[in-house]
C-alpha cells in the first residue's frame, strides 16, 4: 500500500510517500505526477516513511528527475536506510538529487 500527499506551494510540488512504491502502486504515483510534470518549476520528494522502491517505482524516479532538469530541478529528501540501499545498488544515488 503507498500512501501519497502532495502539498504545492506556488510552482513547487511536495510529494510524501509512505508505504510500498512497488508495481501496483507505481502507476498511482505516474497519474499524480502527469500535471505536475508539466507546470511544477521545482519537485520534491519526501520518502522518510517509504519503506520499499520497486525498479517500477525508480522507473517513474527518473523519469521525473529528467523532466525536471530542464526546469528548477527534483529533489529526494529524507531517504530511509532501506530506499537508500536500492537507489545505492541501483546507482539511482549517483543519478538523484538525494539530500
Do not use: W
Not at 510500498?20 to 497519474?31: C, G, H, K, S, V
Request: glycine fraction near 6%.
Amino acid at each position: 500500500m503507498l500512501n501519497i500527499e502532495k502539498e504545492k506551494n506556488g510552482n513547487e510540488v511536495q510529494y510524501r510517500l509512505e508505504g510500498r512504491l512497488d508495481m501496483n502502486q507505481a502507476m498511482t504515483l505516474e497519474n499524480e505526477l502527469k500535471e505536475d510534470l508539466e507546470t511544477a518549476d521545482k519537485l520534491i520528494f519526501d520518502l522518510k516513511d517509504l519503506i520499499y522502491i520497486s525498479s517500477a517505482g525508480l522507473r517513474i524516479m527518473l523519469f521525473a528527475h529528467k523532466s525536471m532538469m530542464q526546469k528548477g530541478g527534483m529533489v529526494i529528501r529524507n531517504v530511509t536506510p532501506e530506499v537508500q540501499q536500492i537507489f545505492d545498488i541501483t546507482c539511482f544515488s549517483d543519478l538523484l538529487n538525494i539530500e
